[in-house]
């Protein structure tokens, strides 16, 4: 039986140019087993990112969980909706959305055809 999810009632994010991050680059192995993970609990695909709506890139790279990861991958959410992808408001975090997709193989392939940068976080810590 899937865990339930919790989501935020009524909280989208209605710009397309917001930029979520994402810890780590695009690596599909990296991909897949989050995906995995995430569909073992929820009974549903998706992959954690973070919202940088009302604070800058650079604050939130210095934040947990994100400070962990030494490269971070920035999307802009019109980006991600082109490609099909769901953006939803999961977790107890305001900031902490879910890309939501379908199917595994073909999700991690779209995502990484997604324009994208992968940033190096000067604020890493181990």
């Given at each position: ?36 993970r995430y569909h073992s609990i929820y009974g549903d695909y998706g992959l954690s990112v973070f919202a940088a709506r009302d604070v800058a890139v650079d604050e939130l790279a210095q934040q947990v969980p994100l400070v962990r ?58």
């Amino acid at each position: 039986m899937a865990k339930q999810r919790h989501l935020r009632p009524d909280d989208d994010l209605d710009d397309d140019d917001i930029v979520v991050v994402r810890g780590g680059d695009l690596d599909p192995a990296a991909l897949r087993s989050d995906a995995e993970r995430y569909h073992s609990i929820y009974g549903d695909y998706g992959l954690s990112v973070f919202a940088a709506r009302d604070v800058a890139v650079d604050e939130l790279a210095q934040q947990v969980p994100l400070v962990r990861f030494e490269v971070l991958t920035l999307v802009r959410v019109g980006v991600l909706r082109a490609a099909g992808f769901r953006l939803e408001p999961t977790g107890r975090n305001p900031r902490h959305f879910t890309v939501a997709f379908d199917d595994l193989e073909r999700g991690i392939a779209d995502l990484q055809r997604c324009e994208h940068r992968s940033w190096v976080n000067p604020y890493h810590e181990d």
